[in-house]
Structures are given as C-alpha cells and as structure tokens.
C-alpha cells in the first residue's frame, strides 16, 4: 500500500495539489459548499492512479484543490460506500492520501437517520462518538503496522475542540446542532423496525452508511476529525412508514445552508 500512497501523492503534487491544510469529505447535504471554494485544480476520480475504480454505481466524484475561507483545501466531491462494493481499504485511501499530501485536519459530512426521536428531519448533529456495525476494520490488513498503529487508540476520535468550535458557531447562527453518536450500518437498504429498536437500545443517536471507515483511518493517521449529519428521516419502529428518497432529498437540501455555514465559519477559524 505504501508504493501506490506515495505514487497517487505524487501524480496528485505533479496537478498543482501543493500542500492542502484541510481535507473536506462532501456527503449529502454539503454538495453546495464548493461554490463558495475557488478552484485552483480537479481531478475526476477515475483518472487518479491506484483510487478505487467505479463498480456498482457510477462514479463522477472529483477531488478539487483549492482555497476555502482563506485556507488551502482539498475537498473530496463524491465519497466510496461498502455497499458500492468497496472494500474498506478502497474506502479510506483517499483519506491516506489527503494526509499524504499534508492536511492535518479531516472534516466530514453525511446523511443520517435520526433514532434520537427528540431530534427532527431537516436538524443536523455533531457526532461526538461511534458505533462501527460495518462488519470489519478498514484497518484489518497486512502491512498495517508500517502506515501506523495497528491498535489504534479511539477513546476520543473526533476532535474535542473543532466539536467546541462548531457549536459555538451554531450558537451565534442560530442553528440547531444536536450532538451524538452515530452508528454506521452497510446498506444499501434501510433499516427493519427491529433494527431501529436495537440502535437505540445500544446508544445510537443516528445511523448511516458512512464516514466511520474514514474516520478510523484518520485517527490511524494522527489527523483531526471533526464530522457533522443531516438527519433526513426520523427512525421511530413504533410508526415507521416506507421510505421516500424524495423527502430524504428535501430534508437534506433544507439543512444544506446550515451545514455550509457551520463548515465555512470553522475553517476560517481552524
Ligand atoms: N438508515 C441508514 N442510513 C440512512 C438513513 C437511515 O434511516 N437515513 C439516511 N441514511
């Protein structure tokens, strides 16, 4: 792994990627923050030697370099699901390589469910903590030990401070930020009623498809985490009705302006 970090960093320097601080991952409901970045580079994913290629869906994600609230960036368009078919190592290689090319900082967002039932569609949470149901590490291989730590401390995995920051920011705007755990699941489908109850029986507060795999990796390699959801459906197993990919849209297109102000305003800061 080692030989194909050190090739994508290079041919990723050679296109003017110079030294990024900060590496944005852009879920559901952040997609609209790279108006406000000027682009200086971008490169589709499928043209970047040794990143996963496209399986089950096609892929038009796009990694960008640029300029954000007055630091450099690199900001990946487009994430890797497992339920894509992608194994974990597929999953969290770009986060090796953003490291690689110099961010210390990793911020993330994603689209959740809320199993919190005080908290509504449209509102947005900090995750403070995880529960990793993905089955696997993304940090199970050989040959792990010469990127870092196998044993990988995660007694703190998101950044105290950068979570402080925010919510002061989300203070000062007025936006509602619930803080919890959020549980990571593969998909593709949704969760039974049985599931929900068990999520919330074992401390989640919302549940997804992502951003966990990423996250340990991050802490594998020593970087600052910070990560933000939008909840789009309320999980209650009591009166659960089927799910409605439009309505799961619109209430992540409703928090969207949320979420960008929350991310810019911290990056200024950072
Ligand atoms: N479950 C899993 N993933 C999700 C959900 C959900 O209810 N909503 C958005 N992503």
Redesign the pocket.
Known sequence: MIKYIEETAEYLQDKGFDAPEIGIILGTGLGQLIDEIEVLKQVSYNHIPNFPTATVEFHKGKLIYGNLAGKKVVVMQGRFHLYEGYTLQDITFPVRIMEKLGIKTLLVS????AINLDYKKGELMLIDDHINLQGSSPLAFKGVEQLGERFTDMSAPYDKNINERFETIAKANNIKLHKGVYAS?V?PQ??TRAEYRMLKLIGADA???STVPEIIVANHLKLKVAAVSVL??E?DPDNLEP?NIED?IASAAKAEPNMITLFKELIELL
């Open positions: 994603n689209a959740a469910g699941v998909g949704l969760e549940v997804g498809m789009t459906d999980c799910i799961i």
